[in-house]
């Protein structure tokens, strides 16, 4: 979909994005939202071929929720849905009347679910598109700012996922000036319709010179097997997602997906009633540490208990292992589980900062002061910071912090929906609604319970996460009892 070259809307959309009214990706959702009011709509054929409702949580009922009580997941939907409310209040409404007015429709109304539509359309659909700035803006004038895209800010809870269909990423969220490569997020009908893959049966690319399309710029799909065979469904890569992200942006999910992963975090509230706030929010903030951190399953293949995750390893293994075992007095030795740790040290050097007492932080503050005692005008660099801690402190204090943490997680989660062996026996007796209505009184009478395909994904994600939870509190644990008893 090329916005900006529409007859009718592109003049007026190219104002509303260069003046900053709209970014790159509100304006493709806003577009999608007249579109589907246009009375002529020259999109009418594909927008007709697009689902009208989908499975991600924004659509899910309120008994449908229940099913995500206790997940983060569930916490995110809620949020978004306020944050898309008020957008289509204060912008939305406005933008598309303005729009259709333009197109000669003074009576069209825009509804919230109409937008709703549009904006699922986006998430589950778009791919990002290497393509030149002459062709995304064309006539625009070389050196001139095309925008930025606001929703590229993840700060609120860090599940606003960026989804492209494809691993590579925009080096900036500032568009590039004229002659340079643009990564465009759009919709391309055809390939939008090709379903996600752990072994993809193709992949896609641009066809620059229209050398094999026949047109310039335009797009194919490359069979990834040379004998893929004709009754084989065209599977492409969505990335490499856990099901946390696939029912939040497609509203599906993947069993035993080796992709998955936990988010843990240390709640800011919490910390911000811990004795000596001030000054661990000052020492974390100068080890660069961060307050919550993503436990992807793949890790668990390096720790104590080596879990086979059936995914071939990446950088998981480098990343864990990077903990701080630097000892200024030398009398700290390096714990022997320090390659079995499957936690990132950015996350637990701020849980060695929390767990301090206030011996620890004197004792910290001593050995940074001797380190800049010899009349050097500089600040203790973060790696030396996390040092000092680690020789103050040791593990013992993180990892208890860690073992709460997991505890609580998996207490809000059975607390929501009972316990991960409950979700197996859910899921062992349903049968997901996907046929005739004439075989449903059959399917009654037998063993198993008729389960929607929204509750049956809900359970799949959350006994995931029930899982990863009872494998990372296993790995903390045992962590936690070795540095115990090595003094760590």
């Keep these: 979909m090329r916005v900006l070259q529409d007859p009718a809307l592109g003049p007026e959309c190219r104002v509303m994005f260069e003046e900053g009214e709209v970014d790159d990706r509100f304006l493709l959702v806003l577009f999608l939202t007249v579109e589907r009011l246009r009375k002529n709509s020259s999109w009418k054929p594909y927008l007709d071929m697009l689902p009208n ?217 919490a910390f911000q009633s811990a004795p000596f706030f001030d000054t661990k929010a000052q020492l974390i903030e100068a080890q660069k540490g961060e307050m919550r951190c993503l436990l992807p399953k793949s890790l668990l293949a390096h720790g104590f208990f080596q879990v086979n995750t059936q995914q071939k390893e990446r950088d998981d293994k480098i990343t864990a292992g990077q903990v701080c075992n630097y000892s200024w007095s030398g009398q700290r030795k390096i714990p022997s589980y320090v390659n079995k740790l499957v936690f990132p040290d950015d996350f637990l050097t701020v849980l060695r900062t929390i767990a301090m007492t206030e011996d620890q932080l004197f004792q910290v503050s001593s050995l940074l002061q001797e380190l800049v005692a010899n009349g050097e005008e500089r600040q203790p660099s973060d790696t030396e910071v996390r040092a000092a801690i680690w020789e103050v402190c040791g593990d013992s204090g993180a990892l208890q912090l860690l073992v709460d943490l997991l505890n609580t997680k998996m207490m809000d989660l059975e607390e929501g929906t009972g316990s991960e062996d409950a979700d197996d026996e859910l899921l062992n007796n349903a049968q997901v609604k996907k046929m005739p209505e004439s075989c449903i009184s059959r399917v009654q009478n037998d063993s198993l319970e008729l389960m929607s395909r929204n509750k049956r994904g809900s359970i799949v994600y959350r006994r995931g996460q029930k899982q990863l939870v009872r494998l990372f509190l296993m790995e903390a644990e045992s962590a936690l009892h070795l540095s115990l008893s090595e003094g760590n």
């Excluded at 957008?87 to 259709?100: A, G, H, I, R």
């Design 53 to 269: 409702t989908f499975s991600n949580p924004l659509w899910f009922t309120n008994d449908e929720l229940l099913e995500l009580k206790g997940t983060t997941l569930l916490r995110a939907t809620e949020l978004q849905k306020k944050k898309l409310q008020s957008l289509y209040e204060d912008k939305v409404k406005s933008l598309v009347k303005k729009l259709l007015i333009l197109d000669g429709d003074s009576e069209s109304e825009v509804s919230f679910e109409d937008f709703l539509w549009a904006n699922s359309v986006f998430w589950s659909r778009a791919l990002n598109i290497p393509l030149p700035h002459a062709y995304v803006f064309p006539q625009s004038q070389e050196g001139q700012d095309c925008g930025t895209s606001s929703l590229n800010d993840t700060s609120d809870e860090k599940i606003e996922f960026i989804n492209v269909k494809d691993e590579k990423r925009a080096a900036s969220t500032t568009l590039p000036i004229q002659g340079e490569t643009v990564w465009v997020e759009g919709l391309v009908p055809g390939i939008d319709f090709c379903n996600h893959g752990l072994k993809p049966a193709a992949t896609w690319e641009v066809d620059r010179t229209g050398s094999i399309a026949g047109v310039p710029y335009s797009m194919y799909l490359l069979a990834a097997e040379s004998n893929s065979g004709t009754e084989k469904e065209i599977s492409i890569s969505y990335g490499n997602k856990g099901n946390e992200e696939l029912l939040y942006l497609y509203g599906f999910v993947m069993d035993d997906n080796p992709d998955d992963y936990l988010m843990v975090h240390y709640p800011v509230e």
